[in-house]
């Protein structure tokens, strides 16, 4: 199974967003640092709609956690952000195997750690003026994105 990563997210909607996105879509979620989980914070739960019930989510302490155990399971890393070195999404390369897209912070993004352990670096071309969105969207466009060229 495809996982999420939810890297020190702030917002416990974004966080279940993410995860009502993650059930719509047949992802996993893993919550890593100071990410909300539905456990401890209702407001989670009040924006997944009880897509947390549907769906694996587990918990690390921090994101080298969570990028240790996807490593152990051979699952490639795909970083939400856009770097110098980050692709287009349309131009990335869909792995055939299990992989995680790795969310970021609202305002710092993914870290810095956690982009050198990708194993890809993707960011969402954008056509207006702002040169970001909300985490829960970018997490649904890549989500989608990903699962729609898996299927072909």
Same mark, same amino acid.
């Given at each position: 199974?495809n996982r999420i990563i939810?890297?020190?997210?702030?917002?416990?909607?974004?966080?279940?967003?993410?995860?009502?996105?993650?059930?719509?879509?047949?992802?996993?979620?893993?919550?890593?640092?100071?990410?909300?989980?539905?456990?401890t914070e209702p407001k989670?739960?009040?924006?997944?709609?009880?897509?947390?019930?549907?769906?694996?989510?587990?918990?690390?302490?921090?994101?080298?956690?969570?990028?240790?155990?996807? !490593? =152990?399971?051979?699952?490639?890393?795909? *970083? %939400?952000?856009?770097?110098?070195?980050? #692709?287009?999404?349309?131009?990335?390369?869909?792995?055939?195997?299990?992989?995680?897209?790795?969310?970021?912070?609202?305002?710092?993004?993914?870290?810095?750690?956690?982009?050198?352990?990708?194993?890809?670096?993707?960011?969402?071309?954008?056509?207006?003026? !702002? =040169?970001?969105?909300?985490?829960?969207? *970018? %997490?649904?466009?890549?989500?989608?994105? #990903?699962?729609?060229?898996?299927?072909?």
């Open positions: 199974m939810v890297e020190n997210i702030r917002s416990a909607f974004n966080v279940g967003n993410i995860i009502r996105t993650a059930d719509a879509l047949n992802y996993g979620v893993i919550i890593s640092g100071y990410s909300p989980h539905p456990d989670v739960l009040k924006s997944s709609l009880g897509g947390e019930k549907n769906i694996p989510i587990k918990h690390f302490r921090n994101t080298k956690e969570a990028i240790t155990f996807c !490593k =152990e399971k051979n699952i490639i890393l795909i *970083a %939400a952000e856009k770097t110098e070195k980050s #692709l287009p999404l349309q131009n990335i390369k869909i792995p055939s195997w299990p992989f995680a897209i790795i969310m970021g912070n609202e305002v710092t993004g993914v870290s810095e750690e956690s982009l050198e352990q990708a194993n890809q670096i993707v960011h969402i071309p954008m056509k207006g003026k !702002k =040169e970001s969105l909300n985490v829960g969207q *970018a %997490a649904a466009i890549f989500a989608r994105h #990903l699962s729609s060229h898996l299927q072909q």
